[in-house]
Each structure stands twice: as C-alpha cells, then as structure tokens.
C-alpha cells in the first residue's frame, strides 16, 4: 500500500506540472501545434535518462522513491496517450506536415532528451 500511495502522490504533481506547462504554452501562442504535450514528453525523456543513472548509482535508496519519482511524476508528466490522440487528430484532419513535424518532434526529440539526460547522469554520477 506504502509504494501506491508514493506512485499516487508523484501522479498528482506530474499531472499538475503537465497540465501547468500546457496553460503556459497556449497563453504564449501554442497554435499550429500542441506544444505542451512536445515539452512534456521531451522534458519527460531527459529526465528519465538522468533518474535511470541516478538510481542505478544510488541503489540504497527505498524503492519508493524510484517509483514517486518515475512511475508517479515522470509518468504523471509524461502524455504518450494524448500525445498518440493529437497525432491522430492532425492526420484525420489532413494537417500532414504538422503530424510529421509532431511525430518528429516528439519521437526524435524525446529520444535524443533520453540520451542526453543519460549522458548527463553519466557525467555527474560516475
């Protein structure tokens, strides 16, 4: 029960971070493409990079942490689903340039994050 209610609290804070990054974008002109869920998922992808090399280090944390931190916040954050519904949106709607830039943007762009997170981990961690 003790790891459900740490996933739980880390799944609040994740939700609220993404849900504050989408109001921030769409207030700053986010329009031809949802860039809340780009920053999300990118941001999202470093930072499992960095945490993957941290708890690999840190492994006489409780694994309580590794889950407040990654199945709660980063996957509270992170929006694959919304991500897949907004890709199918624009290709419905015929917008094939922007669902080709945002599969980009995401796919690449969230690997490339992912690598980078973990080669910044690398570097602080060992």
């Known amino acids: 029960m003790e790891k459900i209610i740490f996933i739980a609290l880390g799944g609040g804070i994740g939700s609220a971070l993404r849900y504050g990054i989408t109001q921030l974008t769409l207030r700053y002109g ?5 860039y809340g869920t780009i920053l999300a998922n990118t941001i ?3 930072c499992i990079g960095l945490l993957f090399v941290f708890f690999t ?3 006489n944390l409780p694994p ?8 709660g916040i980063l996957g509270g954050f992170t929006t694959f689903s919304t991500y897949n519904m907004e890709l199918l949106t624009l290709v419905r709607t015929g917008d094939i340039l922007s669902a080709a830039a945002y599969f980009s943007l995401n796919v690449v762009g969230g690997f490339l994050c992912c690598w980078l997170g973990f080669a910044v981990g690398n570097a602080l961690w060992q």
């Not at 986010?30 to 949802?34: E, G, H, N, Q, R």
């Not at 309580?64 to 199945?71: A, E």
């Open 44 to 46: 999202g992808s470093f």
């Open 64 to 71: 309580t942490v590794k889950l407040f931190f990654v199945t």
């Open 30 to 34: 986010a329009v031809s493409l949802p």
């Open 57 to 59: 280090q840190m492994s």
